[in-house]
């Protein structure tokens, strides 16, 4: 048994099985981990025939070419699940949407917003208190985010700040900025300084935050940054994520041309962009704020930030993190300026459908190549991105 500090979001979590909206089953390569893979070819061989054909690791569930669901998926539930018990399910499919890491000698948990059922959770259920409970299983293998020279403690409560400074009851865009303006700062110090200054950075961020520099190209150039992603994953978009992306074209009145990774806008662009922002701040904003401020409180844990994420350091993963903000943000003043308030499903699908993307990315080189183009690698270019 072991003692995991869990997000309050997986007291609350149940897997919506055979009503989920968007199937963790469908679409997806489920890795298996060596441990399972001998486990089906020790007491249960006829399950290797589940898994792709390939010499060694990553192995991967076995997927229908015709539906892209696993082909252990039977009337919606897991067929080794329900006949062998989780465990014979792999740690990718026992564990998700649970993202575990270790921090020092403490097991952290926490969930993706890829899952429906955690979006909605964490979008809008209230939630209690992060807890401590215990584990039977853990994955087998866990990363270790403790930077050297730091104590374990302090790291808990670096992480603990930062997601601490998502509660103000500020707009969203304000609290990321304040977070990457304090990641910055840090990034210069050596590891045992952070846990006293973390605070200080926090508190003091809004001096040093930088005039918005905006560039009117910004959605635009945004929406054809995440056409070009796509296209670059070589894994096809899911319905939902494209009917996100259409309302945004939509929206903007932009057509994306995705055979040719463009975007083409015209004169109605403009002025369907001012429409889009008047209607952000004349009244989707309240509406919209707290989903957003939720969304980044999310973000902060998923990347067990300051420690984890996409990027080779501190600067590039708030970069990172400020363009998904933006593209959420963007996809939901677009669904707001085409269809009025949304409703929960709505906002449910807008953001499930862009964390199942955007989550995912294992590479930071394309989109920070993306960032130092458009300039939005700099503080003052992302305060004006976030501006919309
Ligand atoms: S995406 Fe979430 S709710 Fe849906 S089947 Fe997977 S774990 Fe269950």
Partial sequence: ?????????????????????DTCCQNWSMQVDALTRDRYAQQAPELLAAIEPAAETPWIMRKDAATGFCVKLEGGLCGIHRDYGSAFLGDACHFYPRVTRSLGSSTVMTATLSCPEIARLSLFEDLPSPSQVTMQRLPATLKNY???GMAEIDA????????A?????????????????????????????WAILTGFYLQDADLRLPVALRDINDPFNLLHALCGLIVASH????????QTIADMETALAANLDWA???????????????????????????????????WLAMQ????????????????QRVTLMGMRLALVKLALASAHALHGPLAQDHIVRIVQSLSRFLDHLGDPAFSMSIATETGWDSEARMHGLLRL
Wanted: glycine share 4%.
């Fill in 1 to 21: 048994m072991t003692t995991v500090i869990q997000n309050a979001v997986l007291s609350r979590f149940q897997c919506l099985g055979d009503k989920c909206e």
């Fill in 146 to 148: 403790l930077p050297q």
């Fill in 156 to 163: 808990l409560a670096i992480h603990h700040s930062f997601h």
């Fill in 165 to 193: 400074a998502t509660a103000d009851d500020v707009d969203a865009e304000l609290i990321f900025l304040r977070i990457a303006c304090a990641s910055r700062q840090l990034e210069n110090l050596p590891a045992a300084n």
């Fill in 235 to 242: 894994k096809p978009a899911s319905p939902r994520l494209l």
């Fill in 260 to 294: 040719n990774v463009a975007i083409t806008t015209s004169d109605a662009s403009i002025p369907a962009l001012e429409h889009l922002q008047r209607s952000w701040y004349e009244e989707a904003k309240p509406l919209y704020n707290p989903i957003l401020r939720r």
């Fill in 300 to 315: 902060i844990s998923l990347h067990l930030h300051p420690f984890g994420g996409l990027g080779h350091n501190l600067a």
